[in-house]
């Protein structure tokens, strides 16, 4: 199963890359909600002059907070979905260099990701179960030291 770490940081950096991928893009719906807030406005605005009503200044309050809610929302989102792939970087790394703390680090993430199925699913199980065998916790406790035939050292 030692030879499975390597695999499980690989898979563990592609997700980290698709999720600051969906990190930027969530993001990005906050930056565009932001940037259409005034358009919004003035599409209102025209809207009431048709319609022969005026576009109050609670009108334009109302529509600034929800703009501004949309905008919070989103790029709270995305900010916290990039933050995720960013510890999954700082865990691969610390998976292929064979440190305590990602053990751990894996154990948590794989948690969380269990929740999102099919694909974090499989990965949550597939790392669990590979952090779990014997020879991997040991492999860790030593710090990646292997004798010749690629069994960890005993301390």
Same mark, same amino acid.
């Given at each position: ?11 563990w950096i592609v997700s980290a890359v698709l999720s600051c991928g969906t990190g930027l893009l969530v993001g &990005? @719906? %906050?930056?565009?909600?932001? /940037?259409?807030?005034?358009? $919004? ?9 048709? =319609? ?27 900010? &916290? @979905? %990039?933050?995720?792939?960013? /510890?999954?970087?700082?865990? $691969? ?9 990602? =053990? ?52």
């Amino acid at each position: 199963m030692i030879k499975h770490i390597k695999t499980v940081a690989i898979l563990w950096i592609v997700s980290a890359v698709l999720s600051c991928g969906t990190g930027l893009l969530v993001g &990005g @719906i %906050g930056a565009v909600a932001y /940037l259409a807030k005034d358009a $919004a406005i003035e599409q209102a605005e025209r809207d009431a002059d048709r =319609r022969g009503d005026t576009f109050t200044d609670q009108e334009r309050d109302e529509l600034t907070m929800v703009m501004m809610g949309v905008f919070a929302f989103y790029g709270c989102l995305g900010l &916290g @979905i %990039g933050f995720g792939g960013f /510890l999954e970087i700082i865990m $691969a790394w610390g998976l292929m260099k064979y440190k305590g703390w990602a =053990r751990i680090l894996t154990f948590i993430l794989s948690a969380v990701s269990l929740l999102s199925f099919p694909l974090g699913t499989a990965l949550g199980v597939y790392s669990i179960m590979v952090m779990l065998d014997a020879d991997v916790s040991q492999a860790f406790a030593q710090g990646g030291v292997f004798d010749d035939d690629g069994e960890p050292v005993p301390a």
